[in-house]
């Protein structure tokens, strides 16, 4: 992992397409960077489980924005497939199609 978080948080998302309406809140203390959209904050690991911090750990997860930093945070997803993260959202947002997956 490079001693520089930014670094490391690009080579998470570069095979990535990430909408432009998700708002990247990154920290750099966090283990993977994060997105902001519609209250929701998602998390996305390396896609090499090997560079993860705990690698047993999936891809991509999600929790409630206001919950961050919790010791009892609940996690509402937890996949390996983008897709599965834009549908979550869709559903939570009570819309049929209105979030455009950039990767499809």
């Not at 978080?5 to 960077?33: H, M, T, V």
């Not at 930093?69 to 993260?85: I, K, M, Q």
């Not at 869709?90 to 455009?100: C, F, M, Q």
């Amino acid at each position: 992992m490079s001693i520089y978080p930014e670094d490391f948080f690009k080579e998470c998302i570069k095979d990535l397409s990430i909408p432009n309406e998700w708002e990247n809140i990154s920290y750099k203390n966090d283990a993977c960077p994060s997105f902001l959209f519609n209250g929701w904050q998602i998390f996305i690991n390396h896609k090499d489980p090997k560079q993860r911090e705990i690698e047993e750990q999936l891809r991509f997860f999600v929790h409630k924005a206001e919950e961050y930093g919790e010791a009892d945070l609940s996690l509402f997803l937890e996949t390996d497939e983008f897709d599965h993260v834009f549908k979550f959202l869709e559903i939570e947002k009570g819309l049929n199609s209105t979030i455009i997956n950039p990767s499809t």
